[in-house]
C-alpha cells in the first residue's frame, strides 16, 4: 500500500478470550476525478466508526497508484457492522459511489480472539485475494 496504512485505532477495552467479528474491504475507483468526494465522505465514515455501538476497533488503508482503497475493523458482531453498514453516512457513501467502481468490492468477514487483535494488514489482503469464506454471513443492503 501507499502511502502505509493508518495505524490501528482501538475503540473499547479488549476481551482477550472473547470473540470478535472482523471485517475487511476493498474499493476500487475508476477515476482519479472522484477520488476527492470518496475521501471527503471516508472521513465522516470514521467519524461514525468511532461513535458506532459495538465499533472495536479499524484502520484504513490506500493503494493511490491503482485507486485501490481498504477497511479493517472489528466489531462486537454481525448486528453491529450490520447496524453501522444501515446508517449514515455509510448508507449514503454505498448509494453515491455505486458506479464509481470498477471492480465488485470484496467484504471479507471472519472470526478473530480479542487475544489475536489488532488484526493485520498482510492476513486481511489475504483474505481478499482468496474471496470469502462460504460460511460467513452477508450484509443485506
Known amino acids: 500500500m501507499f ?17 470478535y467479528l472482523a471485517f475487511t474491504s476493498r474499493f476500487a475507483m475508476r477515476s482519479v476525478f472522484r477520488v476527492p468526494a470518496f475521501m471527503r465522505y ?10 458506532a455501538p459495538g465499533a472495536v476497533g479499524y484502520a484504513l488503508g490506500a493503494d493511490l497508484l491503482r485507486l485501490n482503497f481498504y477497511t479493517l475493523s472489528v466489531w462486537e458482531d454481525e ?9 449514515r453516512p455509510h448508507i449514503g457513501a454505498m ?5 464509481d467502481m470498477r471492480s465488485q468490492s470484496p467484504f471479507i468477514r471472519w472470526n478473530i480472539r480479542g487475544a489475536e487483535l489488532p488484526p493485520t494488514w498482510k492476513d486481511a489482503l489475504s483474505r481478499q485475494t482468496q474471496g470469502p469464506d462460504a460460511s460467513a454471513p452477508n450484509i443485506r443492503r
Not at 79 to 87: G, Q
Open 95 to 99: 448509494r453515491d459511489f455505486r458506479h
Open 3 to 19: 502511502p502505509p496504512p493508518q495505524p490501528w485505532k482501538t475503540l473499547i477495552a479488549i476481551d482477550p478470550e472473547k470473540q
Open 79 to 87: 448486528e453491529h457492522l450490520r447496524a453501522f453498514v444501515r446508517a
Open 42 to 51: 471516508s472521513f465522516q465514515i470514521m467519524r461514525q466508526v468511532e461513535a
